[in-house]
């Protein structure tokens, strides 16, 4: 019934007294405010104003309209204030979800960075491994998600459909083999994967579990996993104990070691791709935008090249 120019009309009458008043403060003709205070009166269904000469008074409907307007305007310059703010990034919040080996390296970096930059944004954070964050990020729990894809497939994997999100690569990520120190094979530069066909294994998180199974596979064996712990801290523990071997991507390398282990490439050569997934409408969001630009950054200190735009499919 109402717009936000009519309530500021009736607010300006009841200071001023009069529509020419009205009329100077708000920039408006005379005739602009009359004709805008009729329409309001049909919409109203009574009349809101009493014209006596060249003055006006208020209606008891539009001494309430009046009144109630002024807490509606002053909601509404709330409400622009907030949003200008947000889109001059001086505030808004980013909910972002990463699996937890970024959570040690590329996600840091790239929040210290965002800190410095825009000190007013707020950044939520949470760990998930995919597919469980390309969900939260469909389902609209989380802005951002910093997820990865092995060679040969994508994000989604089959277990959520990508259609309608943005992926971006960040960081081609070496999959390395670490053995014991005493290992026969440690002294080799690099590991044929089917010469481990004997070998124990400690697997890490159920896509990585997945990504062994499928190397091993295409080797010419099914590996032994004996343990299995997405802690790779404790992977790294067991592995210098002898009681297996396991793949570590390299990011999860530059943060944590074990002087009895060591690192060698396998052959055939492996990689996954990190990953930061939005929604199209979501990346012109002036906060997460600038996440995600802090997450490229911090993937191109890490080696990573230039964000690359894999899908934005709708």
């Known amino acids: 019934m109402f717009d936000a120019a009519g309530l500021r009309v009736m607010r300006a009458i009841a200071e001023e007294g009069s529509f020419t008043a009205a009329a100077t403060s708000l920039g408006y003709t005379?005739?602009?405010?009359?004709?805008?205070?009729?329409?309001?009166?049909q919409r109203a269904g009574t009349a809101l104003v009493e014209r006596i000469g060249r003055t006006v008074r208020l209606t008891e409907a539009g001494r309430l309209l009046a009144r109630r307007a002024v807490e509606i305007l002053d909601r509404i310059d709330e409400a622009e204030?907030?949003?200008?703010a947000i889109a001059g990034l001086?505030?808004?919040r980013v909910r972002l979800?990463?699996?937890?080996?970024?959570?040690?390296?590329l996600v840091p970096r790239a929040l210290a960075a965002l800190r410095r930059s825009h000190p007013a944004v707020t950044v939520q954070f949470s760990e998930a491994e995919p597919p469980e964050s390309l969900a939260a990020v469909r389902a609209g729990a989380v802005d951002l998600a910093v997820a990865f894809a092995y060679e040969g497939t994508d994000a989604g994997r089959g277990e959520d459909d990508l259609a309608g999100l943005v992926v971006m690569d960040v960081l081609d990520d070496p999959v390395m083999l670490v053995l014991p120190q005493d290992h026969e094979l440690a002294g080799q530069d690099e590991v044929d994967l089917a010469d481990l066909s004997a070998d124990r294994w400690i697997a890490g998180c159920p896509?990585?579990?997945?990504?062994?199974?499928?190397l091993a596979d295409?080797?010419?064996?099914?590996?032994?996993?004996?343990f299995e712990t997405e802690d790779y801290v404790a992977v790294l523990g067991l592995v210098a104990a002898g009681l297996g071997v396991a793949l570590v991507p390299q990011l999860i390398l530059t943060?944590?070691?074990?002087?009895?282990?060591?690192i060698r490439p396998v052959s055939p050569p492996s990689r996954r791709t990190v990953q930061v997934v939005t929604t199209p409408d979501l990346q012109r969001v002036p906060a997460?935008?600038?996440?995600?630009?802090a997450l490229c950054q911090s993937a191109r200190e890490l080696g990573g090249s230039p964000c690359a735009h894999v899908d934005a499919s709708v």
Request: glycine share 6%; charged share 15%; proline share 7%.
């Open 288 to 293: 997460v935008a600038a996440t995600l630009d």
């Open 218 to 226: 295409g080797a010419g064996f099914s590996p032994d996993v004996t």
């Open 255 to 262: 943060t944590v070691s074990h002087p009895d282990v060591v």
């Open 207 to 214: 896509r990585c579990r997945g990504h062994l199974l499928t």
């Open 30 to 41: 005379q005739p602009a405010v009359s004709q805008m205070v009729r329409r309001l009166e």
């Open 81 to 84: 204030a907030e949003v200008v």
């Open 90 to 92: 001086q505030a808004g």
């Open 97 to 105: 979800m990463a699996f937890p080996s970024s959570s040690a390296t």
